[in-house]
């Protein structure tokens, strides 16, 4: 039997809302951290899941603006855009010995982190899951599946052990990754040339890989590429099949984002994508062309 622990949730939404919803289920303490309207929803009424995978179900939660006590793990699910603003929320003298564990898409943030915190105790993760916030403490899961894959270079393994432990009680499927890097770049990769394709032509993945195949294969190839000089394990072939398994309707998060006229995480995935490709002399012209249009478009 494991003890319980005490979890703090920076940004409450589709991910982080979830996660905090499904641990306090589980019997953890959770503790959110949001903006002061959205910290008072979650006081009031808690977190409220609609799942296929879970049930529906309304989990009580704690929330404040501000981290005031040392906890397990603070879950970092804010949007990238939204990082810097969101982390004055967490005191690095308030987070005791705790692991500090960013769930964002992209490569980048794990470093900001590690600056800004004790850096063998950031944990960053990658998590495969379809969720949205559709109002403070209301969230709608989408995905049959909710997998996380724990990394952390320098962190003690025993330490992401038993939080993926508690994770995995509490109903998704996590477990311990070999190496950050890899386990960063896996999902960057997959996520770029999706990303990038449906946002920048405003269509479903079905029309995109099919209207736009030389450009989808071209990003893989080039995303694959990427993340090789990184040093992780590419496997362009094994992308473009997942992509073609995928329902013609699917959409990429950053395009509903653009569709919603809200922020786009654009910078931390195709601007980091061309951070990377430059610094090791990797070619990437068609991914430079997507990233630019969509700045220009206003992005
Ligand atoms: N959603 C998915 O299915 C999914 C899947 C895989 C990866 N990801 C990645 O996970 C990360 C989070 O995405 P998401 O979809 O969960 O985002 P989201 O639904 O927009 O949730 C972000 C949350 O952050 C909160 N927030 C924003 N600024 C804040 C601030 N200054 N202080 C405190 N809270 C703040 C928002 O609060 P309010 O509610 O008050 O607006 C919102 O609840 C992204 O990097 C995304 O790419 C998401």
């Known amino acids: 039997m494991t003890h319980p622990f005490t979890v703090a949730v920076l940004g409450p939404g589709g991910t982080g809302g979830l996660l905090a919803a499904l641990l306090s289920r589980s019997g953890h303490r959770v503790i959110c951290l949001a903006r002061e309207a959205t910290a008072d929803a979650l006081r009031g009424g808690g977190i409220t899941v609609h799942s296929p995978q879970f049930g529906d179900f309304t989990a009580p939660v704690e929330a404040d603006t501000e981290l005031r006590e040392p906890v397990d793990a603070c879950l970092i699910t804010v949007k990238?855009?939204?990082?810097?603003?969101?982390?004055?929320?967490?005191?690095?003298?308030?987070?005791?010995?705790?692991?500090?564990?960013?769930?964002?898409?992209?490569?980048?943030?794990?470093?900001?982190?590690?600056a800004a915190f004790r850096p063998d105790r950031v944990a960053p993760a990658v998590i495969r899951v379809e969720s949205t916030r559709i109002a403070p403490g209301v969230i709608e899961h989408g995905s049959p599946f909710?997998?996380?894959?724990?990394?952390?270079?320098?962190?003690?393994?025993?330490?992401?052990?038993?939080?993926?432990?508690?994770?995995?009680?509490?109903?998704?499927?996590?477990?311990?990754?070999?190496?950050?890097?890899?386990?960063?770049?896996?999902?960057?990769?997959?996520l770029a040339p999706f990303a990038l394709l449906t946002t920048r032509y405003g269509v479903p993945l079905g029309e995109a890989r099919t209207r736009h195949r030389a450009e989808l294969e071209a990003l893989v190839a080039e995303s694959a590429a990427v993340g090789l000089a990184c040093g992780a394990s590419a496997d362009p072939?094994?992308?473009?099949?997942?992509?073609?398994?995928?329902?013609?309707?699917?959409?990429?998060?950053?395009?509903?984002?653009?569709?919603?006229?809200?922020?786009?995480?654009?910078?931390?995935?195709?601007?980091a994508?061309?951070?990377?490709?430059?610094r090791y002399g990797v070619p990437v012209p068609v991914t430079a062309r997507l990233v630019r249009e969509l700045r220009e478009a206003g992005h």
């Open 146 to 190: 909710t997998e996380i894959d724990l990394a952390g270079d320098g962190v003690p393994r025993g330490r992401l052990e038993a939080l993926a432990d508690r994770l995995t009680a509490a109903g998704t499927t996590a477990r311990v990754a070999g190496d950050e890097t890899s386990a960063l770049w896996a999902k960057m990769a997959f």
């Open 273 to 278: 994508l061309l951070r990377a490709a430059e």
């Open 237 to 271: 072939a094994r992308a473009l099949a997942r992509y073609d398994a995928f329902p013609p309707a699917a959409k990429s998060s950053m395009q509903r984002d653009a569709e919603a006229g809200r922020p786009l995480e654009l910078d931390a995935i195709g601007g």
């Open 80 to 114: 990238h855009t939204a990082l810097d603003a969101a982390l004055t929320r967490v005191p690095r003298s308030a987070l005791g010995d705790a692991l500090v564990v960013p769930l964002l898409n992209g490569v980048e943030h794990p470093a900001a982190l590690r």
